[in-house]
């Protein structure tokens, strides 16, 4: 029984084969390093850009899709790919070079699709109007960070907007039907377990299509190690997080699909928590945990509707 709408089922009904995301780092920067809006980043991102570890970099756009390609036949036996562009903010340039970089990973042979990586703050209207109409003809999604719903915490771990950016990009996104996919964050210093459990009832109201959730992860080289190694935050244990991320998936709307539960940052950069490099086993204690409750995405909401 598949007890949530997970992204791989979506991308089995849609293509009928396996599809696989093959990461780009296109050499982006970030308004929240170059000095638009900060220059230390967030607290959790260290100098690479999320992700970007394991792509062949100074290949070019291209290069980097074939070199991936071949891990993921071997690896998965994947016929079809989705050219992702994660590392740091992929809409931060002009319109442009925009499309000349999405049209290139489109023109490589089996992608099917475009995953955009981006801040709030780096949709202006012509830039939304280029998304639509890659929405429009092919398979297109675009990740949206938002990491937590509450400005206190946003301040605090530098993100450099607040949420009403947040509210207006994804208005922005819903009136060009373009889907979006929020990056919400569990464990984030300063919030107890309801403020975290009320992040689904916000992605419920705010009507997103998509959600990646991730647990807090210290990385080398990021103001949050420094105050990880200071003592002044902490890591949830392995078994706090399974519970914490089933609690939350009770309360999050069944149409809205799943990208990610876990996460499984660089082994040689993580500093904790250790646990979560065991992706696999993590993922198991999820599904046993949803099954031992007898539970569901979306269950509590049902049950509080009837």
Known sequence: MQRYNAFSEELKRVFGCKVQRLSVDAGFTCPNRDGSVGVNGCVFCGGKGSGSYGILRGAGVTGQLEHAKEIMVRKYKASRFLAYFQSFSNTYAPVHELKRLYDEALAVPDVVGLIVGTRPDCLPEETLDLLAGYAERCYFWLELGLQSPLNRTLAAIGRGHDLASFNAALAGCQRRGIRVCAHVILGLPGENREEMLSGAGFLNAAGVDGVKIHLL?????TRLAEQYEAGGVRVMDRDEYVGLLCDFLERLDPRIVVHRLTGDGNRADLIAPQWSLK???????????LERRGTSQGKRLANEAG
């Open 217 to 221: 992860h210290v990385m080398r080289g």
């Open 279 to 289: 992706k696999f086993e993590v993922l198991n204690l999820i599904d046993a945990e």
